[in-house]
């Protein structure tokens, strides 16, 4: 049998992918030159059709260019101020009212009921057998007698005050953010502790902190459901005298705070609680039994919705 031997083939194949693959990229560079000449197109149309309103811009900017021209530069820079201010009094305004605080403070001596109020406001119980606290008992969240109301409620922060008279100080850490004071007294023991509660309500009354920002406070009379409680107008009466005996023996500097240089009152007139610069009122409650809608009025009065 004869072989008949072709001749090897001079066609590389590695050749004939490489020029394939030229090709391939050659077509895909066209297309894409095509696709930027028809954007080319696209922005010279746009920009034919933009020309009018340039024209009309420049006209209507003309006006008021040669305006301001005329008018004379100091005339031009006061109202450039006052523009400035008045949008800065206009932010300053508004971050104010963003950030204004929601915290409430409840302080007193010890055992006049505070953290029995704090849990009535908190969900409406008086839980009995509470001891006395060495931290403060804080917690935010909606009011008790709020639960039910619909709509946006803004949340209170509270914050339960340590009465004990070493731990009273403990009261300066909150001050730069409270909205209000609950200052409670008891009302059944209150004349065999009336020299100390009016002590404690006198230095918070003369703290630079609380005059200056003319923080509101409710004196709340606590126990009020008790027969033999005294009323809230006995104990105003009695406060406002002993704080006129007090104010006399002190300085001007108060013994709570010393770079505070307040004093109450009026000189030379018996001490009323309208004299303080700031809001001062005086309400009955009763933690045990629930009876605390004057106190988140007071809070609500100053913690808005």
Not at 98 to 111: A, E, F, H, Q, V
Request: aromatic share 6%.
């Amino acid at each position: 049998m004869d072989f008949v031997v072709r001749p090897k083939s001079k066609i590389d194949p590695d050749e004939i992918r490489a020029l394939a693959m030229q090709v391939v990229q050659d077509q895909h560079r066209l297309k894409a030159m095509e696709g930027m000449e028809r954007w080319k197109d696209l922005l010279e149309q746009l920009k034919i059709q933009l020309e009018p309103w340039k024209n009309q811009l420049e006209q209507w900017l003309h006006q008021p260019i040669e305006y301001l021209n005329q008018i004379p530069p100091i005339q031009l820079y006061a109202a450039i101020a006052v523009l400035l201010i008045s949008t800065l009094l206009l932010l300053s305004f508004r971050l104010f009212k963003r950030t204004k605080s929601n915290t409430i403070l409840i302080t007193g001596l010890s055992g006049s009921g505070k953290t029995v109020l704090f849990y009535q406001l908190r969900d409406g119980s008086s839980h009995q057998g509470t001891v006395t606290s060495m931290e403060p008992n804080e917690g935010t969240f909606m009011l008790n007698s709020e639960s039910n109301k619909k709509g946006k409620i803004k949340l209170v922060h509270l914050v339960d005050v340590p009465g004990h008279s070493r731990l009273q100080p403990k009261l300066d850490e909150f001050l730069p953010q409270a909205a209000g004071i609950v200052f409670v007294v008891d009302s059944l023991e209150f004349l065999p502790n009336s020299r100390l509660v009016v002590e404690y309500l006198y230095d918070i009354l003369t703290k630079a902190s609380v005059v200056k920002k003319k923080i509101p406070l409710l004196i709340c009379c606590n126990k009020s459901d008790k027969v033999t409680a005294h009323t809230k107008e006995f104990i105003r009466k009695q406060i406002e005298k002993e704080i006129d005996k007090l104010r006399a023996s002190r300085s001007a500097i108060s013994a709570a705070d010393i770079s505070n240089d307040f004093t109450l009152g009026v000189p030379g007139e018996a001490f009323a609680f309208s004299q303080c610069r700031n809001k001062v009122t005086i309400a009955e409650a009763s933690g045990l039994t629930g009876e605390v809608e004057r106190v988140g009025q007071f809070i609500r009065e100053h913690v808005k919705p």
